[in-house]
Antibody, heavy 123, light 107 residues
Framework: QVQLQESGPGLVRPSQTLSLTCTVSGAFVNSGGHYWTWIRQRPGEGLESIGY??????HLNPALKSRVIISVDPSKNLFSLDLTSVTAADTAVYYCARGVTDHTSGWSWFDPWGPGTLVIVSS | DIQMTQSPPSLSASLGDRVIITCRAS??????LNWYQQKPGKAPKLLIY???SLQSGVPSRFSGIQTGTDFTLTISSLQPEDFATYYC?????????FGPGTKVDIK
């Protein structure tokens, strides 16, 4: 059973860097069959894809691309999100998830998800 | 980016009702469409992938189809545990965008 768990500070000061990790159990982050993704949800709003990493290559939401770094640490079996120069608009619940791809059809979906972690940007 | 829309934004329904939620993409996405269910304070849960494939463990009262450019999620007989917000997602082109959600609550 694959499980993901986000961790990181719940409070970040404006202009600082938000750093989160997602620890994976039941699967290997350096396995070729999956990709690893971050999603966020601002309070009371919908879901926004931040980006994902696959085979060491990242694919980032253009709206956030200049501020986002996603990386993988196979030695700890986790992947990370760094979001720089945060503002109050970055206050959200951040989710990590495994991306699954059917290599025959190209279909892809996110499953499972971590429980999420709330990050508040405030001074 | 591909924009996803959903209708209705919310609906009220009774136990046993048939519920239909519609999703549309701003451009072609073939059948690269997933549906998720989210309950308050919880992470989204995959219900259906590739338009109509039911995720393992999801009750058969959930189904998905594509009609032209519209995708629909149907709950055939609403159960108490189905009151939640439902999101569609396209994975045809990155960034993989979500619809704004449809909240299903109790009439």
């Amino acid at each position: 059973q694959v499980q993901l768990q986000e961790s990181g500070p719940g409070l970040v000061r404006p202009s600082q860097t938000l750093s989160l990790t997602c620890t994976v159990s039941g699967a290997f982050v350096n396995s070729g069959g999956h990709y690893w993704t971050w999603i966020r949800q601002r309070p009371g709003e919908g879901l926004e894809s931040i980006g994902y990493i696959r085979f060491g290559t990242t694919h980032l939401n253009p709206a956030l691309k200049s501020r986002v770094i996603i990386s993988v640490d196979p030695s700890k079996n986790l992947f990370s999100l760094d979001l720089t120069s945060v503002t109050a608009a970055d206050t959200a619940v951040y989710y990590c998830a495994r991306g699954v791809t059917d290599h025959t059809s190209g279909w892809s979906w996110f499953d499972p998800w971590g429980p999420g972690t709330l990050v508040i940007v405030s001074s | 980016d591909i924009q996803m829309t959903q209708s209705p934004p919310s609906l009220s329904a009774s136990l046993g009702d048939r519920v239909i939620i519609t999703c549309r993409a701003s451009q072609t996405i073939s059948n690269y469409l997933n549906w998720y269910q989210q309950k308050p304070g919880k992470a989204p849960k995959l219900l259906i992938y590739a338009t109509s494939s039911l995720q393992s463990g999801v009750p058969s009262r959930f189904s998905g189809i594509q009609t032209g450019t519209d995708f629909t999620l149907t709950i055939s007989s609403l159960q108490p545990e189905d009151f939640a917000t439902y999101y569609c997602q396209q994975t045809y082109s990155a960034p993989f965008t979500f619809g704004p959600g449809t909240k299903v609550d109790i009439k």
